[in-house]
């Protein structure tokens, strides 16, 4: 019973949040008839993009719900190669993150510490609050799923670790 009065609300929840930003490779069906619709993704199916320029180059995107550019809830993938490096940084807003295969070696603190890293195998999760610095390395090529609240930004700890600042 107590299932059913948690999982009820929860559904309705997830079924009357509205999507945006889908990639032409979602699949949708309306519900009943109404404007809400369901999305899923077969990994074969998911369109991979280049990353964005807060990220070295190398990463690649998929946005799978909502616009993180933009107010409100998201979800994106990020495949990152082997070897593949996220300098110390932090996000305004609580990050959630899925491990879908490989291994995010994940450390906290603003300087660099590959041997202060943590191992973070496919299905591992992890939850960082706002404004928590961190840090990456990757062993083999690791797809990781990323939820927030839009706005995304990543704010680097050292600006010279900023790629976008790289660029100018």
């Known amino acids: ?12 929840l997830l079924l009357a949040s509205p999507s945006k930003l889908l990639t032409t490779n979602a699949k ?7 404007q809400v619709q369901w999305q899923f993704f077969k990994p074969d199916q998911i369109a991979w993009r280049d990353g964005p320029s807060s990220l070295l180059p190398g990463a690649k995107i998929a946005i799978l719900e909502g ?29 959630r993150l899925t491990i879908i ?8 603190g603003e300087r660099f510490d590959p041997k202060a890293t943590k191992p973070l ?14 840090f990456a390395w990757m062993s ?19 600006s010279a670790d900023d790629p976008r600042m790289r660029a100018k």
């Open 140 to 158: 083999g090529e690791t797809v990781i799923q990323l939820s927030s609240l839009g706005p995304w930004e990543v704010v680097y700890v050292n």
């Open 67 to 95: 616009d993180p550019t933009k107010e409100g809830f998201f979800t994106m993938r990020l495949k990152l190669p082997s070897g593949y490096r996220v300098f110390p940084h932090w996000h305004p807003r609580t990050e």
């Open 101 to 108: 295969s490989g291994i995010l070696n994940l450390g906290t």
């Open 28 to 34: 949708q069906t309306a519900v009943s008839g109404s």
């Open 121 to 134: 195998s496919a299905g591992s999760y992890s939850s960082m609050p706002p404004k928590m610095a961190h």
């Open 1 to 12: 019973m107590i299932m059913r009065v948690v999982l009820v609300p929860v559904l309705l």
